[in-house]
């Protein structure tokens, strides 16, 4: 099969890699998002997919479907901070006049590459922060992003490269929202996550640098069955485990999603209320509000871009079928 071909969705255009296994759409003018993965050998959509119907939502908080961009993830408190000799200001819009869930929203990627073989297939996508007014307001240092979306078989692979082409040091942290379905089946659903303790937030959600024990949440590292689970969690990855999240049905269907151990320092686990029909496995980079915690960046994940430099980012999805 290995194929890539274009659609729609709600007049944008849509471009679908197909392995025969797995389907995967990507939205590269709203946001360069994965708004679906389907899984054609079992029939069901992996991810939460935006319906047609729900374009102004989804222009509003893209971060609800698929596995959407967090540049930078997280709240940063009043949207303020210092680096290198230089103060950001992001925009305040969310509670208590923070920031949340940075710069990359539904900003128009364009598709520079598109390659079809033997073994697979792949899209590649760019996006200069210069041409969004928005962003070089909030953070004038311009960036280059580039993104391989590469399938072959029963996996997705994502690889993120992100160079400065300014001319001073900035920060920069990135995470995925990444929204599976538990198919209104929350008993069928273990999660097994390396994690080794929860940091505390404040009144605002805000991180405060502390870190408590995993208490009844330990079973995470060997399995840990999501019903009746209510979690908007962050936790710490330890330094010598993977990034890697596993997360199986009772028959077997598994769903392995893994980071660059070196670079993913942190998982989020979002709900929504009490289990049901979601589960947000989300990898970070950084801490949210990481320039302004009083902790090493080897604690907090800020990565400092020098100008002229690059970063590559590897985060990969694969579906392992019972059997």
């Known amino acids: 099969m290995n194929q890539v071909t274009k659609g729609q969705w709600n007049g944008y255009d849509t471009y679908i890699l ?3 296994i797995l389907e995967v759409t990507l939205l590269p003018r709203l946001g360069n998002n994965v708004i679906a993965v389907h899984d054609l050998q ?5 991810l ?3 319906d047609e119907s729900e374009l102004a939502f989804y222009l509003q908080k893209p971060y609800h479907f698929g596995m959407p961009m967090l540049i930078p993830p997280g709240r940063i408190s009043k949207g303020r901070f210092d680096y290198a000799g230089m103060t950001y200001q992001f925009d305040q819009n969310t509670a208590h006049d923070n920031h949340i869930h940075g710069l990359h929203r539904t900003q128009a990627w364009c598709v520079s590459d ?3 073989d033997e073994e697979g297939c792949s899209v590649t996508t760019e996006f200069q922060t210069a041409d969004d007014p928005k962003w070089i307001q909030q953070f004038p240092e311009p960036l280059k992003l580039q993104m391989v979306f590469n399938l072959k078989g029963s996996t997705l692979q994502q690889r993120l490269r992100v160079s400065n082409l300014g001319n001073r040091p900035v920060p920069f942290g990135m995470g995925y929202h990444t929204w599976f379905l538990l198919d209104g089946q929350p008993h069928r659903w273990n999660l097994q ?3 080794e303790g ?3 937030l404040n009144e605002e959600l805000i991180p405060t640098g502390e870190r408590v024990s995993l208490r009844e949440l330990e079973s995470l590292n060997t399995g840990f069955n999501l019903q009746g689970s209510d979690l908007d969690t962050i936790f710490k990855i330890p330094a010598d485990q993977p990034a890697e999240a596993v997360l199986s049905r009772d028959d077997g269907y598994t769903i392995r999603y893994t980071g660059d151990q070196a670079l993913f320092k942190h998982w989020v686990l979002y709900t929504k209320g009490a289990a049901e029909e979601f589960l947000c ?3 970070y980079t950084w801490l949210p509000n990481a320039p302004n915690l009083n902790l090493p960046q080897e604690e907090t994940g800020l990565i400092q871009l020098l100008p002229g430099s690059s970063v590559e980012l590897l985060t990969q999805l694969e579906i392992q079928h019972p059997g």
Request: zero cysteines; hydrophobic letters at 30%; glycine letters at 4%.
């Open 114 to 116: 598109i390659e079809e």
């Open 193 to 195: 996550l390396p994690v």
């Open 198 to 200: 929860i940091y505390v």
């Open 48 to 50: 939460r997919r935006p």
């Open 281 to 283: 496995i989300e990898p």
């Open 42 to 46: 079992e029939q069901r959509q992996v």
């Open 18 to 20: 197909n392995s025969g």
